[in-house]
């Protein structure tokens, strides 16, 4: 394939979308330093791709904003997962319509004089820079999310600190549930994909973890339970992915979608717990990590790749490489086409050996047979 010219640019915008992670100041700290490093002026972008649309205003980013924030949790910029700019609701007629603003937002980066947007992102927000990549945006994203669900990546940012805390809770769970001999139930995050209760959940020594890659059934669950039970270990733990559900069942919900947003996930924990509190007689708690898995301080692991991937977005940028998603592939950061990127979500796959090392440690998933 021939070389892209390398690009003359002089002036960039960087933006986070979607859920915070653990990492996006580490990534923002070094898209910036890279940027101005080669001369070009940085404009931070509030609150995602909306922060492009009419009225906001961009917020100069140099050395001394970026200075000490690595290893801070959020985003300085702000983010949102409300607002999608191809998707915007407008009332109209006595009813909800979903407009697009795409073009606004080419548009006002062209008049604003940026020459080029760094998309820190989960899919979603990939899906934006997709979009508005072929419609004349210069693009470059990153992925984020502490789900670790985006193509392109081995693993994105924020995932390893999400999984450090979760097995922290499961550590702190242990000599609870073990006093008490009770079952628990730890509902982590992971909508589609189940990366955080299976690399959590054996890391934390579980004894069952629930994915939504493997629909499961309560009572293999209850087996496992009754089956430690007679070995004298009279407590359990059991971690569950907020998007695992039953064979024939679906996803646990709260509340009815809103327009133009994914619906919220939660509930699993609760209803499995009484669940197996019925089919085991034992007592059974749950507890919803939640937000806490999107908060602290990113891990080593996660400022270093944070970093790597905010610096490479930058010289690919340079390089000419647009409409790309920046990711790891060890030993490397490559570029992949954003089209790529976003065409299919990393589910944990079947064969995993994570699974299968599982397994072999006795951790049921929920599938096996009587
Ligand atoms: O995509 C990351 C994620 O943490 C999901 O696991 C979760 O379903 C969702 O964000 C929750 O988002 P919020 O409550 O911020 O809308």
Redesign the pocket.
């Known amino acids: 394939m021939p070389r892209p010219p390398r690009l003359r640019l002089r002036k960039i915008g960087i933006l986070t979308g979607?859920?915070?992670?653990p990492g996006l100041n580490a990534a923002i700290r070094a898209a910036t330093l890279a940027a101005i490093g080669r001369g070009w002026s940085v404009q931070g972008i509030p609150d995602g791709f909306g922060g492009l649309l009419d009225g906001v205003r961009l917020r100069p980013l140099g050395a001394g904003q970026v200075r000490g924030i690595a290893h801070l949790g959020g985003t300085i910029l702000g983010t949102t997962?409300?607002l999608n700019p191809l998707q915007v609701p407008v009332r109209r007629g006595g009813g909800t319509i979903l407009e697009d603003r795409g073009d606004r937002v080419v548009e006002r980066a062209r008049r604003l004089g940026l020459d080029a947007v760094v998309a820190i992102g989960?899919?979603?927000t990939l899906r934006i820079a997709e979009a508005l990549g072929r419609r004349g945006l210069r693009v470059v994203g990153l992925p984020k999310?502490?789900?670790n669900?985006l193509s392109g990546t081995v693993v994105t940012f924020g995932f390893d600190t999400?999984v450090s805390t979760a097995t922290d809770a499961l550590d702190k769970l242990h000599p609870t549930a073990e006093s008490h001999r009770r079952v628990m139930v730890v509902e982590v995050?992971?909508?589609h994909a189940g990366w955080?209760a299976l690399h959590s959940g054996i890391a934390g020594g579980a004894d069952a973890i629930l994915i939504p890659e493997i629909p499961f059934r309560v009572e293999a669950v209850a087996r496992k339970v009754l089956e430690r039970e007679r070995r004298g270990r009279g407590f359990s733990i059991i971690v569950a992915a907020?998007?695992a559900r039953a064979v024939g069942g679906g996803e646990r919900t709260r509340g009815p979608a809103e327009a133009g947003?994914?619906v919220?996930?939660?509930g699993i924990g609760d209803w499995l717990a009484s669940e197996l509190a019925r089919e085991t007689g034992k007592e059974a708690r749950s507890l919803t990590l939640?937000?806490l898995?999107?908060g602290g301080s990113p891990t080593t692991f996660d400022r270093l790749l944070a970093t790597r991937l905010g610096a490479a977005a930058i010289r690919y940028l340079e390089a000419g490489r647009t409409s790309v998603m920046v990711g790891l592939q060890p030993p490397d950061v490559v570029a992949v086409p954003l089209r790529e990127a976003v065409a299919r979500m990393k589910a944990v796959p079947a064969g995993s050996d994570v699974i299968q090392s599982g397994r072999d440690m006795g951790i049921a998933f929920g599938d096996e047979a009587a």
Do not use: F
């Open positions: 979607g859920g915070d992670c997962n409300r989960g899919d979603g999310t502490i789900d669900d999400a995050m992971g909508r955080i907020e998007g947003r994914e919220r996930l939660g939640g937000h898995q999107r």
